[in-house]
């Protein structure tokens, strides 16, 4: 039961940790957003492309446009399937009672009411706007990290079960 416990406080802190990465991301001016992605943009332009200093202007610009809204938006995937995954994890050991699609949907429910909380928080930061597009990006990053745990769990009981009937 003990083990019950620290799970769930272990999930709460890490979802609130997480909630206030995404907070601390989203507070960011445009330009300061934009300054932390373009180092890495720039870094996987020059693997995917090790002639892009040989394209035209045009076409660099265009490439590394497209690159960084691609890395941005697995970035918003990324932060919120942490999110989903710490929820979940939240939910589960928190409630033990519940089955996991209890747990699933308070969880997404949950991420999916940050998520839209954090494009109304971006309308109020210099440089940056609300998107409908973000929150299904984070809503789907959401889901995808609640499954992850959920099948994680399901291997970890069926090992347990496949342990305890060798003995």
Not at 41 to 52: G, H, M, N, S
Request: charged share 15%; aromatic share 8%.
């Amino acid at each position: 039961m003990k083990h019950l416990k620290f799970r769930a406080r272990f999930f709460l802190v890490a979802s609130i940790v997480t909630a206030a990465l995404i907070f601390w991301f989203s507070a960011q001016k445009g330009n300061e957003s934009q300054a932390l992605s373009d180092p890495l943009t720039l870094q996987v332009a020059q693997l995917l492309r090790p002639d892009l200093m040989q394209m035209s202007e045009p076409e660099r610009v265009n490439f590394l446009n497209l690159l960084s809204t691609v890395i941005r938006k697995n970035a918003h995937f990324c932060e919120f399937a942490l999110l989903g995954f710490n929820l979940m994890g939240a939910m589960r050991f928190h409630f033990p009672g519940l089955s996991n699609g209890n747990c699933r949907l308070r969880a997404m429910g949950i991420a999916v009411a940050y998520a839209i909380t954090d494009e109304l928080h971006q309308m109020f930061v210099s440089d940056r706007a609300a998107r409908a597009l973000d929150v299904l990006i984070d809503s789907a990053g959401s889901l995808t990290g609640t499954f992850v745990l959920t099948l994680g769990l399901t291997i970890l009981a069926l090992l347990n079960q496949r342990r305890a009937a060798r003995r």
